[in-house]
Nanobody, 123 residues
């Protein structure tokens, strides 16, 4: 089992940047493929990005491609999401998640989840 804790959310103006972190503890972080998801009020949870266990493979939702960058530091048991050119449509609670088997956009394939961090982008 792995425990995940997100941080780095906050309030930012449109066009600004934030960097989210996901700190992992418990079992070996480096064996897990990791993902970021988000959920806006009244909407379904949606996929944002994933990164494979080694950091050598990444994939992004079209809505964030070119603006967001996912990365990880296995030595520090931490994953990151650099978010640039933020828009009000990016406002949501952002969650990190881990799964040992798949590189996938499907939330149901992820076994472990953090508690989420709020990102609010003002216009």
């Amino acid at each position: 089992q792995v425990q995940l804790v997100e941080s780095g959310g906050g309030l930012v103006q449109a066009g600004g940047s934030l960097r989210l972190s996901c700190a992992a503890s418990g079992r070996t972080f480096s064996v897990y493929n990791m993902g970021w998801f988000r959920q806006a009020p009244g909407k379904e949870r949606e996929f944002v990005a994933y990164i494979n266990w080694s950091g050598g493979g990444t994939y992004y939702a079209n809505s964030v491609k070119g603006r967001f960058t996912i990365s990880r530091d296995n030595a520090k048991n931490t994953m990151f999401l650099q978010m640039n050119s933020l828009t009000p449509e990016d406002t949501a609670v952002y969650y990190c998640a881990a799964n040992p088997s798949f590189n996938t956009v499907l939330a149901e394939r992820y076994l472990y989840w953090g508690q989420g961090t709020q990102v609010t982008v003002s216009s």
